[in-house]
């Protein structure tokens, strides 16, 4: 049995999950079960940070648009490091098309205008 902390919902419930049949127990809605399961076949994240606005010293809040597998982060975060932004952008622009080989782009979670 693998233990777990829930992170789906602020309640934090303490998973089991048995680490053959993916059974998990201990999970207080629908929500944690899935999550329980899917951390052991194959763990994603949504990863946020900030990218460095050209002009003026500011940074840009941003984040991938969907879950991406745990493994890629590392990578993830060197592609978001090299990029420079200009504004204006646009909420949800999309900054990083396919990054890191995923399924996921990095897009603005905020609106940038133009100087």
Not at 62 to 85: L, N, Q, S, W
């Amino acid at each position: 049995m693998k233990e777990l902390i829930c992170i789906t919902c602020p309640k934090g419930c303490h998973l089991k999950v048995d680490e053959e049949t993916f059974a998990v127990t201990g999970n207080g809605c629908p929500r944690g079960a899935v999550y329980g399961a899917n951390e052991l076949r194959n763990p994603v994240r949504v990863v946020t940070s900030t990218v460095i606005v050209e002009g003026p010293a500011r940074r840009l809040p941003v984040k991938t648009d969907r879950a991406i597998p745990k493994g890629k982060m590392f990578e993830v975060m060197e592609e978001i490091a090299k990029i420079r932004v200009q504004a204006p952008v646009a909420v949800g622009q999309i900054l990083i098309p396919h990054v890191a080989g995923t399924e996921g782009n990095v897009v603005a979670t905020k609106a940038l205008a133009a100087q």
